[in-house]
Every structure is written in structure tokens, then in C-alpha cells.
């Protein structure tokens, strides 16, 4: 993964987050009254996420969870949304291009959030793209014992392209790549995780 394909993901995001009110007033002083947002009845945003969504592997003592993925919920969606995406990423693991634990996209947009443990397994709903840890679903985070914890960050980004448009298995450029002129809008849900 080279710098430039991490930077222009990073740009693409950063250009969706700017898209990311769903509501503005009238007029020329326009006052925003509704966001675009993400959140899980799990967790707080920036609050440490429970053990049981952390990732699962016996041979790595570091992966202590049960790798159930978290209930996710969606409200303000930007006008015209047609399906969403998810980046589930560990920013500072394997430094300096981090880690990505999950990557969804293709929900439909008649989905208004996921059901615990929902994504912990392949999907009918939706396709997952190719994650660092080369699974087939969610994978929770898996820090190094002793590490300060790590932000996982959930983002949700809505799209103007129907479900079924992308190809299955895309990477993390890939996808941004794909969706580059067809994000509507995004927004985030940070975790933390810690032995």
C-alpha cells in the first residue's frame, strides 16, 4: 500500500465528511439542526469498546475476544442515499498505514443500521471487501498486550450508488477509488481498545 493510495482514501473521506449534514435551515444564513450519524448502543463514541467485539484467535494471544461485531445504527441520511459503506480500521496498528479490521459496502439503503454479530459473518446483504487480516467478515481489534489502546474507527459513508454496483473483495483504495464522486456523505464512531 503505498503513501499516495493512503493519502487519497484519506482525501476521499475528508471530502465525504464535509458532505456529511443532512439538514440545513433556509435563507441565506443557513443554521445546521440535523448530522449525519453513527452510533452503537455498545459503546459511547470514544469509549473503550467491551472485550467480546475485540478480535478472536488462539494462536494469538493478543486477539483475546469473541469477535462479535457490534450493533451499528444510522440516522440524518444525506438526501438521494442509495447504499452504504463501512471502514472498521485500526489507525495507529502496523504503523504508518494502520490496520483494516473490516470494510462493507453495498448495504442497501433501506438498512438503517446492523445487528449484533450481524457482520461477523459473511452476509447475503451486502459484500465485504479485503480486510489486512484477510478475513471474510468483521474482525475485532487485536492491539499488543502492553500497547496504550488503540482508536478503532467506524466509518460509515452514504452513497449515491445502487447496491450491487461494486465488486466484491476490493481493498481499502479500491474502494475508495470506486466510490471517488459518489459519496453523498460520511460520518465516524471512534472505539478504543486495550489489554
Not at 446483504?125 to 467478515?137: H, I, L, M, R, Y
Request: hydrophobic content about 40%.
Amino acid at each position: 500500500m503505498s503513501q499516495v493510495s493512503l493519502d487519497k482514501f484519506a482525501v476521499v473521506v475528508a471530502l465525504a465528511a464535509s458532505c456529511s449534514i443532512a439538514t440545513a435551515g433556509s435563507g441565506a444564513a443557513a443554521v445546521m439542526t440535523k448530522y449525519f450519524d453513527l452510533s452503537s448502543p455498545a459503546f459511547r463514541d470514544g469509549a473503550m469498546l467491551p472485550k467480546k467485539f475485540a478480535g478472536a484467535n488462539p494462536a494469538n494471544k493478543n486477539c483475546d475476544g469473541q469477535n462479535v461485531s457490534p450493533a451499528l445504527k444510522w440516522s440524518n441520511v444525506p438526501n438521494g442515499t442509495k447504499s452504504f459503506a463501512i471502514v472498521f480500521q485500526d489507525t495507529t496498528g502496523r504503523a504508518p498505514l494502520g490496520v483494516v479490521h473490516w470494510l462493507a459496502y453495498d448495504i442497501p439503503a433501506t438498512k438503517a443500521g446492523l445487528k449484533e454479530g450481524e457482520a461477523s459473518a459473511p452476509s447475503s446483504e451486502f459484500k465485504v471487501g479485503k480486510s489486512t487480516v484477510n478475513q471474510p467478515a468483521y474482525f475485532g481489534p487485536c492491539p499488543p498486550i502492553g500497547d496504550k489502546p488503540h482508536p478503532y474507527i467506524f466509518t460509515l459513508i452514504a452513497t449515491d450508488l445502487a447496491p450491487g454496483t461494486l465488486n466484491a473483495g476490493m481493498t481499502r483504495e479500491e474502494l475508495a477509488a470506486a466510490l471517488n464522486g459518489h459519496i453523498l456523505g460520511a460520518t465516524g464512531l471512534i472505539s478504543r481498545y486495550g489489554h
